[in-house]
């Protein structure tokens, strides 16, 4: 399983492209041979996933049944502007417009590595997401990781 570490402040250059941080391609060894989706995020924020991860959602979706219209709402808006993205000769991805304008990307970006997948944020507007950290983390954290029993959920 994919484990993505850290964060990169990076800035897309005149045509929307982004150099991808050497940090960050030595932890996608295969990235090259199979290629990035880029997504929508559920914030005003894109995602990166490797290739094979983005497949691993797309096969969840295709259980879902279609007859339902909110499964169908939910596919449609999830997979809305999903592109393939590939590295060129200089190690840099194209960032599509449309997903660009969605997120208010301007040129200095903020890549935020999240477990298996990569949030792309326009650099203020991470920052300002970050001053939104709940004044009492350790509460949320219990909230969050600490099942019924007490214990830290799966450790």
């Not at 295709?62 to 999830?78: C, G, H, P, Q, T």
């Not at 298996?116 to 954290?141: M, Q």
Request: include cysteine; glycine fraction near 8%.
């Amino acid at each position: 399983m994919t484990h993505l570490l850290g964060e990169f402040d990076c800035k897309l250059d005149a045509k929307g492209r982004l150099m991808v941080p050497a940090a960050l391609k030595k932890q996608l060894p295969d990235v090259e041979r199979e290629g990035l989706v880029i997504n929508r995020g559920f914030e005003k924020n894109l995602v990166i996933y490797p290739k094979n991860v983005w497949d691993k959602i797309v096969a969840k979706l295709s259980e879902l049944n279609v007859y339902d219209e909110e499964n169908r709402k939910f596919i449609r808006a999830f997979t809305r502007g999903a592109t393939e993205l590939t590295l060129d000769a200089a190690g840099r991805v194209l960032l599509p417009k449309s997903l660009t304008e969605y997120a208010g990307i301007g040129s200095d970006i903020m890549l935020a590595c999240q477990l298996d997948r990569i949030e792309v944020w326009d650099k203020s507007a991470y920052e300002d997401t970050l001053d939104g950290t709940p004044a009492n983390f350790a509460a949320l954290a219990q909230k969050v990781m600490v099942d019924k029993k007490g214990g830290v959920d799966g450790i």
